[in-house]
């Protein structure tokens, strides 16, 4: 009987040492998922504001593109009543003109950095 006490003894105290562990395992793991879903909050927020700046920016930029052709309009509007206006230009000058114009809308194309 001796020989049984210290082997229900043994099995007890192996219980107890592996349902601490378990416990101890659990609360790691608590703290673990409390940490991760802060940081999960944190991201969600992050998400939020940025978001919100892109619809902005694409906001502002929708009403830069208005107002630049408005400005086009109403430039073109003036050169109509302009004599200088509707006189050739020579080639030359025309396609350095048309070079740098093209080169300006180039360096302001956002798109192309976004795909």
Do not use: W
């Amino acid at each position: 009987m001796n020989k049984t006490n210290v082997t229900i003894a043994f099995a007890f105290m192996l219980l107890f040492f592996i349902i601490n562990d378990l416990l101890h395992a659990k609360q790691l793991a608590q703290n673990e998922v409390s940490q991760l879903t802060q940081k999960l909050g944190q991201l969600e927020q992050t998400i939020i504001k940025n978001n919100q700046i892109i619809a902005d920016n694409e906001k502002n930029k929708q009403s830069l593109e208005h107002q630049s052709l408005q400005n086009q309009e109403q430039i073109n509007d003036q050169l109509k009543e302009n004599y200088c206006a509707n006189q050739l230009v020579p080639l030359p000058i025309s396609g350095s003109l048309y070079n740098r114009a093209k080169n300006i809308r180039q360096s302001t194309n956002t798109s192309e950095f976004t795909q």
